[in-house]
């Protein structure tokens, strides 16, 4: 997150446990690419325009229905299409901001494929984690099954396609980073600091 003059890279102890060096690499160079590209700026001002429009929409809406009388009595003539226009212009613009998320998955997948120069590392990693994200139910009633999303309503594209996207990428690509598959992270053990006492209470 952040810009790309001063930027941070979260990974989680549990993804660091289900990747290897290899697929890291694939992912921290996508996240890179993200922030490159200014994609949180970007998305977050899409986000602004969509919550306009929404407001747009409303206030729109809560006019037509003030006018209402007035629109029933033949003294104010609103055409149809803006009426429907304004109630559906939320959820046009909520599909374009997915579409612009999708987009983004792509480039950055792209960025970090000519990073590493290994779209098999991101390849390694978007499979294990497609496997690992599952909801509970599915796991119950479906397991080894995904209920099927529509690609419309999705932040990111299917894996499917980004794998296929950058295996075209492949031959094009040679290595510039030593490939460490089969070679796990090493286990992470945080140290057992004592509770230190502040005027707030115990803390670690």
Known sequence: MGSPEDSTICVTDGLLEILDGRELAGVLAHEIGHIAHRDLWIMGLADVMSRLVSLASWMGQLLVLVNLPLVMAGM?????????????????????????????????????????????????????????????????????????????????????????????????????????????????TSPQAQPRFRSFGFYW
């Open 76 to 188: 104010v003539h609103v055409p149809w299409s803006v009426v429907v226009l304004l109630i559906f212009a939320p959820t046009l613009m909520a599909l374009i901001q997915l579409g612009l998320s999708r987009t983004r998955e792509y480039d950055a997948d792209r960025v970090a494929a000519d990073l590493t120069g290994d779209p098999e590392g991101l390849i390694g990693a978007l499979g294990k984690l497609e496997r690992r994200v599952g909801r509970f139910w599915e796991d119950i009633f479906l397991p080894g099954r995904r209920i099927p999303e529509p690609s419309l309503l999705r932040t990111h594209p299917p894996v499917e396609s980004r794998i296929a996207r950058l295996r075209a990428l492949a031959p094009s690509r040679t290595l510039s980073v030593p490939p460490m598959a089969g070679h796990a992270m090493p286990a992470l």
